[in-house]
């Protein structure tokens, strides 16, 4: 069964800081990989996703990730975080070229930004 | 990119009442879309799948006579809480594919239901 492990339930960083925020997938064939984040209240906004091709991958807001099949991970990176970048984010998978099949997601790690 | 709109984005009920949520997908067409809910500091909890003109699929342990599912066209899915209770208070997701399944999957903004 596919599962995703977000490792990390809450992270603290400085702002300024760099960030690494860890994602370790189960699953039984070539991943649809995927990064959402959520504000408060709000619904969920894609970051970034790894299909096929380049493992390193860049996204929205100054964010990328890294798939390695040999970890089954997808960790995502920013060099330098804002307050702004304070939220809950989601580390997802899915099955290719199936889109009646649902997005599997991790518990979530929380992001906290301090001055 | 394509968008799911979701609506309303709020809504305060008396228990006892039911609530209808609207899920649509605006520039594709959505053979299935997905229902999650997520207590505050919870990760997203699958509900349910919303089949276009068939019945929809429940996860265990949700109430299908609760939680009515329709899906009458590739654009539009609904969600009805029957007879709320408050303890059915909580935030409420859909989100939907395209049919080739070549795409991530596209939120809707989400529904704050509220049962009092």
């Known amino acids: 069964a596919q599962s995703v492990t977000q490792p990390d339930i809450h992270i603290t960083v400085s702002e300024g800081a760099s960030l690494e925020l860890r994602c370790n997938y189960s699953y039984g064939a070539t991943p649809y990989l995927f990064w959402y984040v959520q504000s408060p209240g709000q619904g969920l906004q894609l970051l970034l996703k790894?299909?096929?091709?380049?493992?390193l991958v860049q996204g929205i807001k100054g964010f990328e990730a890294e798939f390695k099949r040999s970890q089954s991970s997808f960790n995502l990176r920013k060099p330098s975080v804002h307050w702004s970048d304070a939220a809950e984010y989601f580390c997802?998978?899915?099955?290719?070229?199936?889109?009646?099949?649902?997005?599997?997601f991790g518990k979530g790690t929380r992001l906290s930004v301090i001055a | 990119g394509a968008v799911v709109s979701q609506h309303p984005s709020w809504v305060i009920c008396k228990s006892g009442t039911s609530v209808k949520i609207e899920c649509r997908s605006l520039d594709f067409q959505a053979t299935t879309m997905f229902w999650y809910r997520q207590f505050p500091k919870q990760s997203l909890m699958l509900m349910a799948t919303?089949?276009?003109?068939?019945?929809?699929?429940?996860e265990q342990g949700v109430e299908k006579d609760k939680f009515l599912i329709n899906h009458a066209s590739l654009t539009l899915s609904t969600l009805t809480v029957t007879s709320a209770h408050p303890e059915d208070s909580s935030f409420y997701i859909c989100s939907a594919r395209d049919m080739t399944g070549n795409t991530e999957a596209f939120f809707g903004q989400g529904t704050r239901l509220t049962v009092v």
């Open positions: 997802a998978v899915g099955e290719a070229n199936s889109g009646n099949t649902p997005l599997v």
């Open positions: 790894y299909f096929s091709g380049d493992t």
């Open positions: 919303s089949n276009e003109g068939s019945k929809a699929t429940y």
